[in-house]
């Protein structure tokens, strides 16, 4: 992979890829939201992302090879976006970065406790959420059915912890 940004230190060479406020965003809307088409990614943005930048970042994340784009059920019109396998192991940074965000920066509580817990269930769980993920943007089999799946128990526990905090405030 040749350098094409200012120096090639991996740090800066990652940055320069996904390190601009809409990318890391439109890839959250895509792993903890399930948003994988444009319009979807668009109409749900909270911060309201404009069409033009949406467009540009999912070329670029296409182009690095962070996402690929297919038509949906054979309409040109309809595209559907997946993570590959580079845009899947991005989630324990993203993780990390919500759980630092949460305890260092005025965001919104109940937001900020799920990557929290996700932060504090750690790699073992990091692996599962990336495994379903891969399973959800067909990069693999789908995961054992018999299995509860890591984000449902991290919701579960995330629900039952802001429940305790609630019932502890009243």
Known sequence: MATTGRS????????????????????????FNDRRH???????????IASNVLASRLQALTDAGIVTKESHDGHKQKIVYS??????????????????GARHTPAVASIGLWFEIASDAGPG????????????????????????PAFSRLSAEFRD??????????
Do not use: Y
Request: proline share 5%.
């Open 38 to 48: 444009f319009r979807e990614l668009l109409a749900n943005s909270k911060e309201s």
């Open 161 to 170: 912890v802001r429940a305790r905090r609630q019932a502890s405030h009243s």
């Open 8 to 31: 090639a230190c991996p740090l800066n060479m990652s940055l320069e890829l996904i390190g601009d406020r809409w990318t890391l965003l439109i890839l959250r809307d895509m792993v």
């Open 83 to 100: 993570l590959t396998d580079r845009g899947v192991e991005l989630l324990p940074a993203m993780i990390q970065l919500g759980a630092w």
């Open 125 to 148: 769980v990091w692996q599962e959420l990336m495994d379903e993920l891969r399973a959800r943007h067909r990069l693999h089999a789908p995961a054992d059915p018999d299995l509860e």
